[in-house]
């Protein structure tokens, strides 16, 4: 071993990223492509009457115009892992505004861009339903991918004859991944078999389903991605656009390629869905939680079962005797809802979090000495022992990083010049999930490390810590291991989401690594020194020698649960905000976040990941919001200029520490995941220093200027 | 896109001449606005005739103390020139709050003026929109207007002149300079941009085919104590939700002149007369700020989801009048 895990190495890939050099999908260069745009449905619910065509399909460059009428039938796809199982341009069903309505192909981007403004579409209108908040009595129950409901305790009983109650609804907004990447896929047929190279956040269940859609084995098909300029969900599942590229590939026998606009981004590949949550608790007069009721309403599409579960985390968080959680959906004239960093604990801890500090205000108690009364020693709902769990100290390391003795509990008592200073915290937490991975570990002629998995790189660094995992190991340097990913050719692996990749992957390349050290050591006849490794190949006149590793975790794949253990990570979360007193505008001025979320491979690259979330929680709270047009049925605008991310001027300082843990129950290498984790708990804690600083408890997301007037 | 015809202007005059003979052709200069409009289909010229290299770019002193910013001048030019951060420091701090570093090296300062609103519904040909195509409704009256006007506005169109640079250049009475096919004209900045009426679909007094050469900044010596401010959800990179540009001649503890315009409420920069007269000869003091607010909002009308641009105006005049007024002295 050589301590390689552990060290803040910068990331590998930061030059090719940086100089240009990291090719991304759109810019692979193919021999004789051609280009696919779509042309849209305005309208959200209803029929296409009438097709015209005939202008886009004599436009100049134009190959091919693909519509309902002409595209071939496909094999029907189910969600999950395809994001929706509705596919268009199969009939004339319209069920949401977005929806392709014909995909042209020309010899340019340019013409083809040009010949899809000039279809011509009529429909037949029909109801259409779009603010799932109107029609909450239209709340169904589906099976997502959790239980729907839980229920542990007496709720009512507890409720009934506890001292302290408190009962309040949270809105969470719709928003949008806005990747900086759109989507792109190439596709490209040769003798009889198809090669794409795709922005997907999983190359393997990307194959599986377009195979499937194509009525091909597997096998026919591979999926490349290389680098991705952003996932955050939105990459994950399988969408209509990825199959009909390889379509339009088909009819017109040349390589296409197709990128969605921004505005198509939109409504192609899913959002997170807005959440109506209502929290109810009941405590003791000394804090102790006595009961908890979440419960969470989305917006869920017409065609698809997605959820999001708005009231997850509760049944995790507290120790409380008495929990209940309940998960509906209203359907809407929407593309459906799909993860989006921080999926279900994310929107929950938001609920969750805001109930738990205004109940503190009604208790006149710390927030912090709340929480810790409260504290879970074990899972409350599955019974379970966590893993690890090391929140304690999190919370006494943030409040004394950020100085929380300081403050003053009473709104509005903080201040400087104009500005009202309020200090909020927040708890997070997120379950983790773990995939099974293989990986094979290759010494190469003259002594370098291969490393091949078929992972993906979505941005988070996985380039710089597959390669520390292995030479940690085989005692090289990092910087002579090099990782290919991100193609069905390699060893399996799955979708780079729920945080699992370091976890499941880095496993992997442990077990192979570990595997081929053994070889090295036999062959070797006893331990060998690295610098002599590429000696003992030439001795033996190998061009190479490979091992094979696998890791599968225990108990079920895709959960953080094994039979003893219970597995999720955590953290505290400490914020200042500013509020001008006049002008009411909040902002961020301070973030402390100290986690609980098992071995740390590379500091720098884990903080990066951090404090990324917690901008995305800065945009949660006071910024994101994707605006619903009720009159026409579709978003008012589709565009960064409208859908506001925060910029480097709405971004503090932001600081981000870990709690020294392994956690060996998680994953051999004692990691767990740490991508999605940042994002949470962050705009819970930006309200609550929001009503600190205010006296005005804001409910709904994001907290813009006039509910602060 | 719509294919189009493109050539480049060597001379003002030829330059003029190919727009003027042309229904639908159109200057293009830093093309921010312009080739974002055209890529979504709201813009369909069929020829760009760009201006971008024309001399127009210089920024001299006029003789009487004004200060002359030539049309081609970008805006970060503009903003950063030793002249106008002298004597209008108000219009620095519009520039320098208006896009970002990279767009404001870009954009034109006639180009600014001519900029178009951000309304959503003027921006996606898929909704009805008067601005775009007249006579087929106002999508914002009934749908999301959150950032529409709440002053000057009609039944057939609520939206907001959308320019940071321009909010201040009203304060300001500047006068836009241009040239036409019958020669050149002035046009005092009050008579530049239109309130939408029933032909919201005209943003400007600008004939088809009409250049702006410059801006002429008439000479203001108290304009040296002045401000820009723009209250936004984001801290950069945004468009005001509303903006006050605050110009002010204080002595003696009183108010001896004043100017004020404000940006995000109306179809136009709008000048706060009203506002002007109660400050004149008042006591430099937050209840005078106060009730010059209340005078300058006096007439606002707001819509579903903008109400709250009325208080924020409000206050954000009282804001800027005594950060622009100091301690009075
Ligand atoms: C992302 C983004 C953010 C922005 N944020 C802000 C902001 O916060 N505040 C703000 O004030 N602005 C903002 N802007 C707008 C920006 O200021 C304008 O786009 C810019 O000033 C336009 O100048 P241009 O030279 O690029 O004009 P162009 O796009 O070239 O032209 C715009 C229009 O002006 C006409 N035109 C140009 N020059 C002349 C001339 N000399 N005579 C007659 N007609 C002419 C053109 O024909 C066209 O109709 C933003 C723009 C973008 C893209």
């Not at chain 1, 100290?393 to 929380?404: D, I, K, L, V």
């Not at chain 1, 201040?415 to 200073?421: P, Q, S, T, V």
């Not at chain 2, 081609?72 to 970002?100: C, D, I, K, W």
């Not at chain 2, 640079?165 to 500047?174: E, G, P, Q």
Request: some cysteine.
């Amino acid at each position: 071993m050589s301590n390689e895990i552990g060290k803040p190495l910068s990331r590998l890939d930061g030059r090719p990223k940086v100089t240009g050099a990291a090719r991304y999908t759109a810019d692979t260069p193919i021999e004789g492509l051609t280009y696919a745009v779509f042309a849209t449905s305005t309208i959200p619910h209803g029929r296409v009457t009438k097709l015209d065509v005939s202008k886009a399909e004599v436009a100049p460059g134009v190959l091919k115009v693909l519509t309902h009428l002409n595209t071939p039938k496909l094999k029907p796809i189910q969600h999950p892992p395809a994001g929706q199982s509705l596919m268009p341009l199969q009939d004339d069903r319209i069920l949401y505004e977005g929806q392709p309505v014909a995909l042209v192909v020309a010899d340019t981007w340019e013409r083809a861009r040009h010949a899809a403004d000039l279809v011509r579409v009529e429909y037949a209108r029909a109801p259409f339903l779009m603010d799932f908040t109107e029609h909450l009595d239209k709340a169904v129950t589906v099976k997502g991918f959790f239980e729907p409901d839980s229920k542990t305790g007496d709720f009512d009983r507890a409720f009934n004859s506890a001292p302290v109650k408190l009962k309040q609804n949270y809105h969470l907004a719709d928003r949008h991944h806005n990747a900086m990447e759109p989507h792109a896929t190439i596709a490209a047929w040769r003798r009889g078999k198809l090669d794409m190279y795709d922005t997907v956040q999983g190359v393997f269940v990307a194959r599986t389903v377009i195979a499937q859609a194509l009525g091909r084995k597997p096998a026919d098909v591979r999926v490349r991605s290389k680098y991705l300029g952003g996932g955050y969900g939105c990459k994950g599942f399988v969408w209509p656009h990825q199959i009909l590229a390889a379509v339009a590939a088909r009819e017109v026998r040349r390589p296409v390629k197709l990128v969605l606009t921004r505005a198509q981004d939109y409504t192609s590949h899913g959002y997170q869905a807005a959440t109506e949550q209502t929290v109810t608790l009941a405590a003791g007069r000394d804090g102790q939680l006595v009961a908890l009721r979440h419960e969470s309403v989305a917006p869920g599409s017409m065609s698809d079962d997605y959820v999001e579960y708005g009231a997850i985390a509760s049944r995790t968080m507290y120790a409380c005797p008495a929990l209940e959680t309940r998960h509906r959906i209203v359907r809407v004239n929407r593309g459906p809802g799909t993860p989006m960093r921080a999926p279900q604990e994310g929107p929950s801890m938001f609920g969750l979090e805001c109930a738990m500090d205004e109940l503190a205000v009604v208790l006149k108690m710390d927030p912090v000495e709340l929480r810790l009364k409260n504290y879970a020693e074990r899972d409350p709902t599955k019974g379970k022992p966590f893993s690890s769990k090391k929140l304690r100290e999190c919370y006494s390391e943030g409040a004394q990083r950020f100085g929380w003795e300081r403050r003053n509990p009473k709104p509005g008592s903080m201040r400087e010049g104009h500005d009202l200073i309020g200090w909020g915290m927040a708890s997070a937490l997120m379950e983790t999930y773990r995939f099974p991975a293989t990986a094979r570990v290759t010494l190469e002629r003259g002594g370098t490390v291969l490393i091949e998995s078929g992972t993906q790189e979505i941005g988070t660094g996985v380039y710089t810590i597959m390669p520390q995992i292995a030479a940690d190991v085989l005692g090289v340097a990092p910087e002579r291991v090099r990782l290919v990913l991100g193609d069905t050719t390699l060893p399996g692996a799955g979708m780079t989401a729920g945080s699992s990749t370091t976890m499941g992957v880095g496993s992997a390349v442990h077990d192979a690594a570990t595997k081929l050290k053994q070889k090295l050591t036999e062959m070797a006849g006893g331990p060998i020194a690295p610098d002599a490794y590429a000696d003992l190949l030439k001795r033996r006149r190998l061009e190479k020698l490979s091992a094979e590793g696998l890791w599968k975790p225990d108990g079920e794949a895709g959960t953080g649960e094994s039979k003893e253990w219970t597995m999720y990570t955590f953290g505290a979360v400490f914020v200042e905000v500013r509020v001008d007193e006049s002008l009411r505008v909040p902002r961020l001025a301070r973030c402390v976040g100290v986690y609980s979320a098992g071995r740390i491979i590379n500091p720098k690259t884990a903080r990066s990941q951090m404090t990324g979330g917690m901008i995305w929680g800065l945009g949660q709270a006071l910024l994101e919001h994707t605006e619903l047009e009720l009159n026409y049925g579709r978003y008012v605008a589709k565009d960064l200029a409208n859908y506001l991310v925060p910029v480097n001027a709405d971004v503090p300082d932001l600081e981000a520490y870990f709690v020294d843990e392994v956690d060996e129950h998680a994953s051999p290498i004692g990691a767990k995941g740490i991508g999605e984790l940042g994002a949470v708990g962050v705009s819970a804690a930006i309200a609550n220093a929001v009503y600190h600083a205010t006296g005005v408890r804001v409910r709904d997301l994001p907290i813009t200027v006039e509910k602060l007037l | 896109m719509k294919p189009f015809v493109y050539s480049r202007a060597t001379e003002a005059a030829a330059a003029v001449r190919q727009v003027s003979n042309e229904r639908s052709a159109k200057f293009i200069a830093g093309g921010t606005n312009l080739l974002d409009l055209m890529k979504s289909g709201v813009e369909l010229p069929d020829r760009l005739v760009d201006i971008a290299r024309l001399p127009l770019a210089e920024i001299t002193a006029l003789p009487q103390g004004g200060v002359r910013i030539g049309a081609m001048a970008r805006n970060s030019t503009a903003a950063n020139h030793p002249l106008v951060r002298e004597r209008y420091p108000v219009l620095t701090q519009a520039f320098l709050a208006g896009a970002t570093g990279q767009i404001r090296n870009m954009a034109s300062v006639g180009g600014n003026l001519m900029q178009r609103t951000r309304c959503p519904y003027f921006y996606d040909p898929a909704m009805r929109c008067n601005k775009r195509e007249p006579g087929s409704g106002c999508s914002a009256v009934e749908g999301f207007n959150r950032i529409h006007a709440v002053l000057g506005a009609s039944e057939q169109c609520i939206a907001v002149h959308p320019s940071d640079m321009c909010v201040a250049l009203a304060a300001l009475d500047a006068v836009v300079r241009v040239q036409g096919p019958e020669g050149e004209r002035e046009i005092p900045f009050d008579d530049f941009h239109r309130l939408p009426g029933d032909t919201p679909q005209q943003d400007t007094n600008l004939r088809h085919g009409e250049l702006i050469t410059a801006v002429d900044l008439p000479a203001l010596p108290f304009a040296k104590r002045s401000h820009y401010l723009k209250v936004r959800d984001r801290a950069s990179y945004e468009f005001a939700l509303v903006s006050v540009a605050a110009v002010l001649d204080v002595s003696g503890g009183r108010v001896r002149d004043a100017r004020v315009a404000l940006g995000g409420v109306a179809h136009k920069p709008w000048r706060a007369r009203e506002a002007e007269k109660i400050l004149t000869g008042a006591r430099a003091n937050e209840e005078t700020y106060r009730k010059a607010a209340e005078a300058a909002l006096s007439g606002a009308r707001a819509y579903k989801h903008n109400t709250f641009k009325i208080e924020l105006a409000k206050r954000a005049i009282v804001r800027a009048l005594s950060t622009a007024g100091g301690s009075g002295a």
